[in-house]
T-cell receptor, first 113, second 114 residues
Framework: AQSVTQPDIHITVSEGASLELRCNYS??????LFWYVQSPGQGLQLLLK??????LVQGIKGFEAEFKRSQSSFNLRKPSVHWSDAAEYFC???????????FGAGTILRVKS | ETGVTQSPTHLIKTRGQQVTLRCSSQ?????VSWYQQALGQGPQFIFQ???????GRGNFPPRFSGLQFPNYSSELNVNALELDDSALYLC?????????????FGPGTRLTVL
């Protein structure tokens, strides 16, 4: 069965500093991978997705992620964090039913000024 | 273009009661998926509806049921509510049931079971 691990429950970074959120997945075939962001009281917004091709994908709000098959990872990065990036971030892999998403437990990002 | 909407925003029920949550999909989308997000956890897939038929189900008991209507809106029904059913229920719509289509999420319905 598919699974997603986000090792970091909380991360705190200073505004302007770089960010990397970790994601490891378990899936037998070529995965479809996603990063979503959730602000308090809000639904999920898609930041970026990987289906195939270039392993470095660009998303909205200046985020990017790199797919590394050998490490079963899909880490999210941003070179310079803004206070408005404070939110919870979820990594997800498409499940066996097609369009079913299997989510990690999330990483809460705090940004200090 | 109207996004995914859900109603109600918040709901309080007691154990043993039944609840119906509603979701209107985004224009042009024929697939609706429902997720349960317990506090401090990631969303968990409940089931998906495609063209009014259930198209995949997660590890949830039969007291979780759903419907999709000809206009592609959807309902999630939960019978015999338990305390552990307290969660944020998210609805997502997409253009089809295949994974290459992005799922657009609604703001969710916060259900509290007392």
């Amino acid at each position: 069965a598919q699974s997603v691990t986000q090792p970091d429950i909380h991360i705190t970074v200073s505004e302007g500093a770089s960010l990397e959120l970790r994601c490891n997945y378990s899936y037998g075939a070529t995965p479809y991978l996603f990063w979503y962001v959730q602000s308090p009281g809000q639904g999920l917004q898609l930041l970026l997705k990987y289906f195939s091709g270039d392993t470095l994908v660009q998303g909205i709000k200046g985020f990017e992620a790199e797919f590394k098959r050998s490490q079963s990872s899909f880490n999210l990065r941003k070179p310079s964090v803004h206070w408005s990036d404070a939110a919870e971030y979820f990594c997800a892999v498409e499940g066996e039913y097609g369009n079913k998403l299997v989510f990690g437990a999330g990483t809460i990002l705090r940004v200090k000024s | 273009e109207t996004g995914v909407t859900q109603s109600p925003t918040h709901l309080i029920k007691t154990r043993g009661q039944q609840v119906t949550l509603r979701c209107s999909s985004q224009s042009g989308h024929n697939t609706v998926s429902w997720y349960q997000q317990a506090l401090g956890q990631g969303p968990q897939f409940i089931f998906q509806y495609y063209r009014e038929e259930e198209n995949g189900r997660g590890n949830f008991p039969p007291r979780f049921s759903g419907l999709q209507f000809p206009n592609y809106s959807s309902e999630l029904n939960v019978n015999a509510l338990e305390l552990d059913d307290s969660a944020l229920y998210l609805c997502a719509s997409s253009r089809s049931q295949t994974g290459v289509n992005e799922q657009f999420f609604g703001p969710g319905t916060r259900l509290t079971v007392l």
